[in-house]
């Protein structure tokens, strides 16, 4: 079922952001939903209004966040509808082929950005 939600979108370069009314589709496979309870545009979204970035036009800013997962596509194992998530623009160390050293805990993996 496709899902409502806002966006900010960098439409050209020079244009500030616009927030924009959105339907999600479900997610494919591969893919993951996940409902915000945080998000915010930071400077290296901000890249992209400038041209610094060299993106292909229209994107949506906000690459960093929390909330929780609602859907998950075909073929996704590693996270279910219910589980907290945090969204960020790197991988995990360990998805990088390197060990990841614990932390206060041993679910807290050393992140490589």
Known sequence: ???NTRAAIC???GRPWE???CT???PRAGEVLVKLEYA????SDDHNITGDFPAALPVVGGHEGAGIVVAVGEGVDRV???DSVMLLHCLPAASAGIAPT????SATPTWMC
């Open 24 to 26: 999600l589709a479900d």
């Open 40 to 43: 915010g545009l930071c400077h």
């Open 80 to 82: 279910a509808a219910g």
């Open 19 to 21: 927030i924009t009314d």
């Open 102 to 105: 614990a932390g206060p805990t």
């Open 1 to 3: 079922m496709p899902t």
């Open 11 to 13: 439409w050209e370069v």
